[in-house]
């Protein structure tokens, strides 16, 4: 039997992310509990990371330490992957010796010949293209707050960037309407705007791109690998900031978000991730509860 993948959230139906969601809500209030089982004893996660990330390191690895489990760290200086081997022989070899991958890297197609070449199931921990796990986390949180976010309205206001582009895959899997604020040049991937077309909105101003929406959602300006963009993409973004007048013009009772970093005085105020309508910890904290329901999901489906 094939393994599941998580590479984008169409890789699992509407049903299913529910599924993964309910059960991260379920995790999470056991470890508050202190009543967490031990589901997964003896499995081993193999992390790989060609783009490094604290919260996407601590989280897995914690997370399936917590399920009984262990994981293994492998940057692109302890892996062939660093060397030039086929990114498909190493995938051959290292699913013969874990039972489930995890990925962090720049080019997307990088996690898909991976997963195409994979024994067990390989989790997108991020790339230039798609940040799957971070929504799953963004989803639990709304859901927690403010429950089911079917029919609701989102607002994106900053880079069309990966976190943008899984934005777009979510309205289409968990049915809501999505705004997307970003300067001319900085859209998200023109095909996937087009095949979701009946789902999102392109605005240049965010203050129209916020009204009447339930959740303000922003990023970095400058991610992984622009780091020679930096001034001109603030240049670019300085109309772009989620601050407290921009949240005034949305919903009473939105919410916002960041998956973080942030860059206080950048793409938000300096105060902004600290108010009532900030759930940014919370989404911070939901990556791990999150991983480890997919986890589990992933690997009950071998």
Same mark, same amino acid.
């Given at each position: 039997m094939k393994p599941r993948h998580f590479l984008t959230l169409l890789d699992?139906?509407?049903?299913?992310?529910?599924?993964? $969601?309910?059960?991260?809500?379920?995790?999470?209030?056991l470890r508050k509990q202190e009543a967490a089982e031990e589901t997964l004893p003896g499995k081993v996660l193999g992390m790989i990371f060609e783009?490094?990330?604290?919260?996407?390191?601590?989280?897995?690895?914690?997370g399936m330490s917590q399920l009984g489990g262990s994981a293994l760290f492998l940057s692109?200086?302890?892996?062939?992957?660093?060397?030039?081997?086929? $990114?498909?022989?190493?995938?051959?070899?290292?699913?013969?010796?874990?039972d489930i991958v995890m990925i962090r890297t720049f080019d997307h197609e990088t996690v898909e010949t991976f997963a195409e070449?994979?024994?067990?199931?390989? $989790?997108n921990a991020l790339t230039d293209s798609y940040h799957p796990c971070q929504l799953l986390a963004d989803m639990q949180t709304f859901w927690e707050h403010r429950g089911d976010i079917s029919g609701k309205t989102v607002s994106w206001i900053g880079d069309g960037n990966n976190m943008c582009q899984s934005y777009i895959n979510a309205a289409r899997q968990f049915d809501f309407k999505l705004n997307i604020a970003c300067p001319e040049g900085y859209?998200?991937?023109?095909?996937?705007?087009?095949?979701?077309?009946?789902? $999102?909105?392109?605005?240049?101003?965010?203050?129209?791109?916020?009204?009447?929406?339930?959740?303000?959602?922003?990023?970095?300006?400058?991610?992984m690998g622009q780091e020679e963009e930096k001034l001109a993409r603030e240049k670019a973004f300085s109309g772009y900031q989620v601050n407290e007048?921009?949240?005034?013009?949305?919903?009473?009772?939105?919410?916002?978000?960041?998956?973080?970093?942030?860059?206080?005085?950048?793409?938000?105020?300096?105060?902004?991730?600290?108010?009532?309508?900030?759930?940014?910890?919370?989404?911070?904290?939901?990556?791990?509860?999150?991983?480890k329901a997919l986890m589990e999901f992933l690997l009950a489906q071998r």
């Open positions: 699992l139906s509407p049903a299913e992310l529910k599924q993964v $969601i309910e059960r991260a809500v379920e995790l999470k209030a783009k490094s990330s604290t919260r996407t390191r601590v989280s897995f690895e914690a692109s200086n302890d892996t062939q992957l660093g060397r030039g081997e086929p $990114i498909a022989d190493s995938a051959k070899v290292l699913s013969r010796m874990v070449n994979s024994t067990v199931p390989v $989790i859209e998200p991937d023109q095909e996937l705007m087009q095949a979701n077309k009946d789902r $999102i909105e392109l605005f240049r101003d965010p203050q129209q791109a916020v009204k009447g929406c339930d959740l303000v959602v922003t990023d970095t300006w400058a991610s007048e921009l949240m005034s013009m949305a919903n009473s009772d939105a919410l916002m978000m960041h998956c973080l970093p942030a860059y206080r005085g950048l793409e938000v105020s300096e105060t902004i991730l600290d108010l009532k309508d900030s759930v940014v910890w919370d989404e911070a904290e939901n990556r791990l509860h999150a991983q």
